[in-house]
């Protein structure tokens, strides 16, 4: 499975994003997908999950509240909303994927990953 996510950019602080996560050669819809993120000079962190049929979803405690994970397995794509951002979510978030159960919160859980894409919150 490889993965692509999308949607980054320049936002200003508490603004919002979205990003999307596809993948080709096959569809998303029989893995649970997560989003990481690593900010300049820091580990990659989770950031939320998503089953493949679109409940239970599991996020970070600084995404509680602001992002939201959601799926549209008709267009095979997962999507993080990112709200009320502010300069520490700068980061490049990538999307990961695994048709296992694991401990979602942890990146080794997950067996595919893509590119990511670059979020900056900068006023």
């Known amino acids: 499975v490889q993965l692509q996510a999308s949607g980054g950019g320049l936002v200003q602080p508490g603004g919002s994003l979205r990003l999307s996560c596809a993948a080709s050669g096959r569809t998303l819809n029989n893995y649970v997908t997560g989003w990481f993120r690593q900010a300049p000079g820091k580990e990659r962190e989770f950031v939320a999950a998503i089953h493949w049929s679109g409940t239970p979803t599991y996020y970070a405690a600084s995404a509680k509240g602001r992002f939201t994970i959601s799926r549209d397995n008709a267009k095979g794509t997962v999507y993080l909303q990112l709200n009320r951002l502010k300069p520490e979510d700068t980061a490049v978030h990538s999307c990961?994927?695994?048709?296992?159960?694991?401990?979602?919160?942890?990146?080794?859980?997950?067996?595919?990953w893509g590119q990511g894409t670059l979020v900056t919150v900068s006023s």
């Open positions: 990961a994927a695994t048709g296992y159960r694991g401990n979602y919160y942890s990146e080794r859980s997950f067996g595919y």
